[in-house]
């Protein structure tokens, strides 16, 4: 099984959309969560993060469910310039503090006009 | 709104050649790391420092492979005998001690 597992798309949605991304992930032990986007070619961007429950910031909402070791990001009203790849990325357990990332292969989303 | 930077944003070298990859970490980050992306693959971790150490590091960062942070801002990848298939984006995170890291816009590496 896949750490991070995501599915690839593409997802083309019409602008004013709302689309849903799914992932899961393998370790249970592991205990941070974040959702980066990627532009062509461009570093991951912090997107936000998912802690406990999950949390909203503005069209997007992000959820956890540990038990089924399940996360999602759902984009409201989706804009021409919400096109990119959404990473899944998880905080994997390690000794010490320095936390390594491990991404998920991304979700392709394009926003038609 | 502080930022990584990465230079150069491209190296092209040839095969077997020494090349050293350079960041700037966020100045009150603590820890700092390496990841790279091979065209059309995922994100894949290479490396982790803190407190002036090797943290972390993968079955990828080999002994071809090292890093320094050699003052108080600079932080660099140095790849000893560049492969092939080393071609890939090279990218420098840093975070403080909450979990959330930020990345340069890396270094795209192309070996001839």
């Known amino acids: 099984r896949k750490e991070v597992e995501q599915d690839p798309g593409p997802f083309n949605v019409p602008e004013g959309a709302t689309v849903a991304f799914n992932c899961t992930y393998s370790n249970s032990a592991s205990q941070s969560f974040f959702w980066y986007r990627q532009d062509c070619r461009k570093e991951p961007k912090l997107l936000m993060s998912?802690?406990?429950s999950g949390n909203e910031d503005g069209r997007f909402t992000a959820q956890l469910n540990r038990a089924s070791q399940y996360i999602s990001l759902l984009i409201r009203d989706s804009k021409l310039s919400d096109s990119a790849t959404y990473l899944c990325v998880v905080n994997k357990p390690a000794r010490g503090s320095a936390r390594q990332l491990t991404f998920g292969s991304g979700t392709q989303l394009t926003v038609l006009p | 709104e502080p930022e990584v930077t990465q230079t150069p944003s491209h190296q092209v070298t040839q095969m077997g050649q020494e090349v050293i990859l350079r960041c700037v970490p966020i100045?009150?980050?603590?820890?700092f790391y390496w990841y790279r992306q091979i065209l059309g693959q995922k994100v894949e971790f290479l490396v982790s420092f803190y407190n002036n150490e090797i943290s972390e590091k993968s079955e990828i960062f080999d002994d071809q492979f090292s890093v320094e942070r050699p003052d108080g801002s600079n932080f660099t990848l140095k790849i000893r005998s560049t492969k092939l298939e080393d071609s890939a984006m090279y990218f420098c995170?840093?975070?403080?001690?909450?979990?959330?890291?930020?990345f340069g816009p890396g270094t795209r590496l192309t070996v001839t």
């Open positions: 998912v802690y406990s």
């Open positions: 995170a840093s975070r403080t001690g909450r979990q959330e890291q930020y």
């Open positions: 100045s009150n980050h603590l820890y």
